[in-house]
């Protein structure tokens, strides 16, 4: 599914360059369950906004379902963040006038369906995640953890092919941490693509390949049972 060969991002940082990735070559086939993992300024969140098609590298290819990244428009690029791509971010980022109900039907309104697939994608959405009974509940009547399975449900309601874990568990405390891993190992069995940014050293071994990025070149990767 993704193919990234000599990926580069710079940004400027006053007037210093900063290379937030320096020729990162990686694939990840369909169905994976990879953990990119480094620390601070690693440029994993870099790989991680390049991938989700919500930045787009200086050089290099990124290919996307067998599709040329780079050739695509803003709308085109739109079209596959809501619809090929589902996104888990560490601050849950939740409208918070919206109920549970009303930010997982949101990007189901932009997707153009009907009013009855919206309602049964959403309420089988938060079902899904155990919150059939919160679906009227606002973020701030929820725990954290709630909120995280309210932003899974809201990614999985589009019926993504990829899910994007930005620190998921990093504003939890470790039962909803783990909780939530389990949730993600569950949808990875189910056949859903699972890329999953951390630092955290348990939550990447939770996957089935790790992937270490230090100052934006990757420098191991490997599968359970030792690097490659």
Not at 21 to 27: A, P, Q
Not at 164 to 181: C, F, H, R, V, Y
Request: charge should be negative.
């Amino acid at each position: 599914m993704i193919e990234l060969t000599d990926i580069k991002k710079t940004y400027l940082m006053g007037e210093t360059e900063v290379h937030a990735l320096n020729g990162v070559s990686l694939v990840i086939p369909d169905g994976a369950f990879v953990a990119i993992i480094g620390p601070s300024g690693s440029g994993k969140s870099t790989l991680m906004n390049v991938i989700g098609c919500l930045d787009v590298a200086d050089e290099g290819t990124y290919k996307l379902d067998g599709q040329y990244v780079k050739d695509m428009t803003e709308r085109q690029l739109g079209t596959i963040r809501n619809q090929k791509i589902g996104f888990i971010f560490q601050q849950f980022n939740l409208l918070p006038k919206l109920t549970a109900y009303e930010n997982v039907e949101l990007p189901l309104i932009y997707q153009g369906l009907s009013h009855d697939e919206r309602k049964q994608r959403t309420i089988e959405s938060l079902t899904k995640v155990g919150l059939a009974d919160r679906m009227d509940h606002k973020p701030t009547e929820l725990s954290g953890g709630q909120q995280q399975r309210v932003a899974i449900a809201r990614a999985l309601a589009t019926h993504p092919t990829l899910i994007l874990a930005d620190e998921p568990t990093g504003n939890l405390d470790s039962q909803s941490g783990k909780e939530i891993m389990q949730m993600l190992k569950d949808l990875n069995a189910e056949g859903r693509g699972i890329v999953l940014i951390t630092h955290d050293t348990w939550v990447a071994s939770q996957a089935d390949e790790q992937v270490r990025i230090v100052d934006g070149q990757i420098e191991t990767k490997g599968r359970k049972g030792g690097a490659q």
